[in-house]
């Protein structure tokens, strides 16, 4: 599996942050409306399948379930499509390494947010509530535990979980942007995506899949998923565009007296 050193992905992390702005706003929100789909048909599978396991087998249930979630973000990156929590990495990176500006990262993190909520929104009513895939036992009441587990949350415990979470997320970004083949691609994906879910950190696309889900089903309002949403999505934008975007960009990036990246080439 040919790989790529750090420096190499965060050149390439510049210039996929790049192409992500050029898009414009009817491709970045068309692509955002496949990732949030793909998003939440992997959180769909983890549902069905840890769902079924007995309680006396829980942890088992939920190691099986975040083993298929990132299914989700294969099909993002493989397939194609746009990822807020993705690019709260790569397009941070580009707009520090000069190459964009404050007004093209803002409009497609806009873009991409409104098209992530509609296809998490499409699964969760359609598959999820009118052909019931979330709304027939146990599946209805696995979803109702996850989606009031995570609004459980202080404003400041959803926050910091969705640093964690987006500081695994956009890991697994990245590392997929270091690898050339399918086989690595899918290896990077994998495991720092599988590892948020079982810890059970924050996700804002992919509570815009389950938090819905539950609403359908009467378990919680809206109003509840606006408190969530608002602090979920602050602290997914810090894990992804401080803890590894900034980080990676000071290490590489960086020269003294200059915001210029590297030269290096756009991911698949």
Known sequence: MPYHKPPHIAAIAVESG???TSLGWARSSALGVMAGAFIALGFLLHIRIAAVFPDAWSGVGTLAGAAVFPLGLI?????GG???TGNMMAVPVARLAGK???RQLLVNW???TAGNFLGAMLVAYLFGHVAGLTAAEPYMSQTAAIALHKLEDTFLQAFVSGIGCNWLVALAVWLAYGADDIAGKIAGIWFPTMAFVAIGFQHVVANMFVIPAAIF???A?????IRNFIPVYLG???GGSLFVGTVYWFVYLRKPGSRSAAPGRRSA
């Open 18 to 20: 790049v192409y992500k």
């Open 75 to 79: 099909l993002t990156l493989l397939a």
């Open 82 to 84: 746009e990822l807020l």
């Open 100 to 102: 964009i500006s404050t």
């Open 110 to 112: 806009a873009c991409v």
């Open 217 to 219: 089903e009467g378990y």
């Open 221 to 225: 309002t809206w109003g509840d998923y």
């Open 236 to 238: 997914n934008a810090v």
